[in-house]
């Protein structure tokens, strides 16, 4: 008995030993659902998300969510405010749009607006003032490859060009120039779901191949397209049927890290049902089904969340 007693706490402390990463996906609005996720993850567990994990990563709307979490030490319940409908309007003031596509030479959102609603919750601070490593994912297209911004590589990259950069989704957003002078646009381009650039990341931090992983989605597109269909499709045809969607969708990281490192990689997300696929749709009804689509989240995924971060309901 004694033996099993011993066997079971060095089990656990190996397992304790394990840095945790929190990678958040970018899906637009739909990143309201990884914050209501989030927020039931605190209300149960006791403990704030910036207390849970060593490591935060994002893309996109996971980006600024990520930032939130850790620059400020936003509380989930907290940055659900954020995610308001008025500030979801501010954030997606026009530039120039018409109707025909063909005829749009701006992109559809300008930055100023939105970098003013930032500015109220940032100011200037500075990644590199974060207390936890945190890194977002970038593109950078003058130099043709992705780029992570982080707090331990970056010394002077504003949080507010970092947030601005993550998520310059292209057609939507302006490419960002940040303070070194690069030129960059939305992660998404490169892995929309950040999971395997954070165990990278964390890796390397760290120095130790002792980590675990646990990865929150904004949901996945199940609209079925017609192959035969698609054959004939233009620009018009693959802009109408979400091609920026399909682009931001890939499996690809997700299932090679399941395969590196197994058991200690959790992944939380689900196809996106009564939810407009658009990443801009922050209408009452949209908020309120992806919010829907978050508690269900956790309703599925309760047990397994609390198994995978070694916690109890009591804490």
Not at 62 to 75: D, E, Y
Not at 99 to 122: A, G, Q
Not at 218 to 244: C, Q, R, Y
Request: negative net charge; contains cysteine; hydrophobic residues 40%.
């Amino acid at each position: 008995m004694l033996k099993e007693l011993l066997n079971l706490f060095k089990s656990k402390k190996l397992e304790d030993d394990h840095k945790l990463v929190l990678s958040l996906d970018g899906g637009g609005v739909r990143g309201l659902a990884t914050v209501i996720f989030l927020k039931e993850l605190e209300k149960i567990s006791g403990k704030k998300i910036f207390d849970l994990f060593d490591f935060f990563i994002g893309t996109s709307a996971g980006g600024l969510s990520a930032m939130h979490l850790v620059i400020n030490k936003t509380s989930a319940n907290d940055l659900e405010d954020f995610w308001s409908q008025d500030n979801l309007a501010m954030s997606m003031k026009g530039s120039f749009w018409t109707k025909n596509f063909f005829l749009t030479t701006k992109p559809k959102y300008n930055n100023e607006s939105r970098t003013e609603l930032l500015e109220r919750y940032f100011g200037n601070k500075l990644i590199s003032d974060s207390e936890k490593p945190i890194a977002v994912l970038s593109y950078d297209v003058e130099d043709r490859k992705p780029r992570v911004l982080s707090s331990y590589n970056d010394r002077n990259i504003r949080v507010i060009s970092a947030i601005n950069a993550t998520s310059a989704a292209p057609l939507y957003y302006p490419t960002v120039q940040v303070e070194d002078g690069s030129w960059l646009i939305d992660g998404g381009v490169v892995a929309n779901n950040p999971c395997l650039v954070g165990y990278n990341e964390a890796r390397k931090y760290f120095e130790t191949e002792k980590i675990k992983v646990f990865s929150v989605g904004t949901g996945m597109h199940v609209k079925n397209l017609s192959g035969e269909d698609s054959s004939t499709w233009g620009p018009f045809g693959w802009l109408a049927n979400d091609i920026l969607g399909i682009l931001l969708e890939s499996h690809a990281d997700h299932e090679i890290l399941k395969d590196l490192i197994g058991k200690d990689y959790l992944r939380i997300n689900s196809a996106a049902e009564n939810i407009n696929w658009n990443l801009d749709d922050y209408s009452e009804k949209n908020l309120e089904n992806i919010k829907k689509m978050g508690l269900n989240w956790w309703k599925n995924n309760s047990e397994n969340v609390f198994t995978f971060l070694n916690l109890n309901k009591n804490n």
